[in-house]
């Protein structure tokens, strides 16, 4: 029998017994492979596939067509952004509820130093850009350094920066911006909207340093356990702090693209943004690597999310459906997926005991499995 331990799994391999040979399927056949396939992680594209599949036979002229292709592309752009500005912070086990005023401030303020001081362009992007990366360093002191717990530093840093939105604007629309900026996010590429693209790159930029970087690895182990991690050599301070300021550095982004996407901008702009990136960077938890926060679980949620409220929104139904069905989604599938978990551990725990009671080889097999 050889045992070997990878990513913290202990995997081992020996003969079966007779009864276990009859118990499983043989290897290398079909049903032996469909067993091996965890489905549950690919439950968003199915419903995706099913969404899409329900709304185009509803709505033959209006759902299956390149219009709202374009228009899902470019309406979810900017919540991606921050969805994957929050996914760091929750990948290192923190919660960054700033953020989302944080891109209604920054868009308030580009657009203040572009039609009331008119700026030059690149040059409000860069301040703007910079008043972020600030709010994002506060929230790191205050949770790295001061040690207040992040939920409670990022609720407060959200009222003040709602406070400095409202007073910025003095609770007035701001625009319309400049024609020049606006080019910014109003055309297209590929017949699809250039913000959508903005997007995709940063999706791949924070997959690869994610997934394919030691400093993704490490961000991942000090979200797992910091205690661990920190004896393990693992800088955790610095990791939490550098989750809060790309959080910020994503939200003041999305904060300038979303204030050159519609020219106008109000000052309760940002709240609008919390609810769904949250759900999608939780409802992405559970698909294509089920516990782990991770990127194209975060891109597959968020579309599955949004065609079901385009198309929900093309059947004629209210606006406040889209709050409705964010909330919705976001509890019945983290709720699935804490039941499947705790199913899953439950039956793994009583195969044990029943192969501890049969012999070691048993033994041996379940946790082969």
């Excluded at 209604?104 to 303020?109: D, E, F, K, P, R």
């Excluded at 970087?213 to 939490?240: C, E, F, K, S």
Aim: aromatic share 8%; glycine share 8%.
């Amino acid at each position: 029998m050889s045992v070997e331990r990878r990513s913290g799994i202990v995997t081992a391999e020996s003969p079966a017994t007779p009864a276990e040979a009859d118990r499983e399927p043989a290897r290398g056949s079909g049903k032996a492979v469909f067993s091996k396939v965890s489905w549950g992680r690919y439950t968003g594209l199915a419903l995706c596939i099913a969404f899409v599949a329900f709304f185009s036979l509803r709505l033959p002229d209006t759902f299956p067509t390149h219009t709202t292709a374009a228009s899902i592309a470019g309406d979810q752009a900017v919540t991606l952004i921050l969805a994957l500005g929050l996914l760091v912070t929750l990948a290192v086990g923190q919660f960054d509820l700033s953020a989302a005023q944080n891109l209604g401030m920054s868009a308030v303020i580009c657009s203040a130093l572009l039609v009331n001081h008119h700026l030059n362009p690149v040059l409000a992007v860069l301040v703007t850009v910079v008043i972020g990366l600030l709010v994002g360093v506060v929230n790191a002191v205050f949770v790295s350094v001061i040690g207040v717990d992040s939920l409670v530093a990022t609720l407060g840093m959200s009222s003040v920066l709602l406070a400095v939105t409202e007073q910025v604007s003095n609770f007035q629309f701001i625009g319309p911006a400049p024609a020049g900026f606006q080019n910014l996010a109003n055309h297209d590429l590929f017949g699809f909207p250039i913000i959508a693209a903005y997007a995709v790159v940063l999706c791949l930029l924070v997959w690869y340093v994610l997934e394919h970087t030691p400093i993704g690895r490490r961000a991942y182990a000090v979200g797992a356990n910091a205690d661990a991690a920190r004896l393990a050599g693992v800088r955790t301070v610095r990791y939490v702090v550098g989750s809060f300021v790309v959080a910020a550095l994503f939200a003041s982004l999305g904060g300038v693209l979303v204030a050159a996407k519609i020219g106008n901008v109000s000052p309760s702009l940002g709240p609008a943004y919390l609810l769904p990136s949250f759900a999608a960077c939780f409802l992405g938890m559970t698909q294509l690597k089920p516990g782990r926060f991770n990127v194209w679980g975060t891109v597959l949620a968020l579309l599955l999310l949004a065609i079901g409220v385009k198309g929900l929104q093309l059947m004629g139904n209210k606006l406040w459906v889209t709050d409705l069905f964010n909330g919705l989604a976001l509890l019945v599938a983290v709720s699935a997926a804490v039941l499947s978990a705790k199913r899953t551990g439950r039956w793994r725990r009583r195969a044990r005991r029943a192969d501890a009671a049969r012999g070691p080889k048993s033994s041996v097999a379940t946790e082969r499995s």
